[in-house]
């Protein structure tokens, strides 16, 4: 049996940033709050919190005072940034970078669109950290798409300016792009489509380290048998390139740790490979390969 980790998957950049940070705030005062969970993937969550990070939400946050709470990587909202100094709080910053200049970015588009009695849609997973943290600097007015029907929400005959998700498909994004360009035609009588639609402005926010997984994700899950693919339930990043995985090797198997691991996916004679998200820290992805190496050389005795 082959067993080979995916090199590029593991943590993205901020991500990996964050949770530097608190481990350098852990190691130096032993307890940290953080704003939710710092990373969507339990077994990272629970390592932490045994070093002493403690989750708390918005809820909790009202009644802390006089102590430090660390914001991941998705970002937060402006009222979070009262908040802290309303009750004292020391913030330690870890919001990712590419997050906070698209946080800038819709900002000056919902300035632009107010004046227009224009739109600003956001093509991400409603309630997500980050999704919330660019509601935000709309003051709560942008329009979540997601599926299909969310579609039904937007007004066609104003102008509209798309943004995503950092963590969301680009082949999604484009796929809604379409959409909307087909809706606006159709609503103001266009009949060649093709022409370029005027009132809408369709920018692509996607991570580039984020959606340059996905053409990597299709040639690993294709080099071997089959594919673990590790990563917490969570995770949309994670859902979407294990979408990848199963679109091009149909033997492509989601789990959170080897626990979740069914022995029976997998023959001795296969060549495994082992990917995750970018909240799948590659310790993790290391344990599942170690637990497969051990299950086979058991069976084998």
């Not at 004046?115 to 600003?120: D, K, R, S």
């Not at 969301?168 to 009949?191: D, P």
Request: net charge negative.
């Amino acid at each position: 049996m082959k067993i080979e980790i995916d090199s590029n998957s593991g943590y993205c950049f901020g991500v990996e940033y964050a949770i530097e940070m608190a481990e350098d705030e852990l190691n130096e005062n032993g307890t940290l709050y953080c704003l939710g969970d710092i990373v969507h993937n339990h077994m990272e969550v629970e390592r932490l919190a045994a070093k002493g990070l403690k989750i708390i939400d918005q809820e909790d946050m009202k009644n802390l005072h006089d102590c430090k709470v660390l914001i991941r990587a998705h970002g937060e909202p402006p009222e979070t940034y009262r908040l802290a100094i309303q009750n004292n709080i020391e913030l330690i910053d870890a919001s990712c970078p590419v997050v906070l200049k698209l946080q800038n970015r819709v900002k000056g588009s919902f300035d632009q669109m107010e004046e227009i009695a224009g739109q600003i849609v956001i093509y991400g997973k409603p309630g997500h950290a980050e999704v919330i943290g660019l509601t935000g600097q709309t003051k709560e007015k942008a329009i979540i798409v997601m599926e299909d029907e969310d579609l039904e929400q937007i007004d066609f005959s104003r102008p509209i300016t798309l943004y995503s998700q950092t963590t969301k498909s680009t082949k999604g994004f484009y796929r809604l792009k379409a959409m909307i360009e087909e809706r606006i035609a159709a609503t103001k009588g266009i009949e060649n489509t093709s022409l370029e639609v005027t009132d809408f402005k369709a920018n692509d926010s996607i991570c580039r380290q984020v959606s340059n997984r996905e053409p990597s994700m299709e040639k690993f899950s294709q080099k071997h048998d089959v594919i673990i693919f590790v990563s917490g339930k969570k995770s949309s990043n994670g859902r979407a390139l294990y979408g990848v995985c199963k679109n091009f090797n149909e033997r492509s198997y989601f789990i959170g740790s080897e626990e979740e691991l069914d022995l029976d996916w997998i023959k001795a004679e296969d060549s495994v490979g082992i990917c995750g998200a970018t909240s799948t820290p590659m310790w993790l992805m290391e344990r599942v390969k170690n637990y497969i190496e051990a299950q086979f050389s058991a069976a084998a005795i």
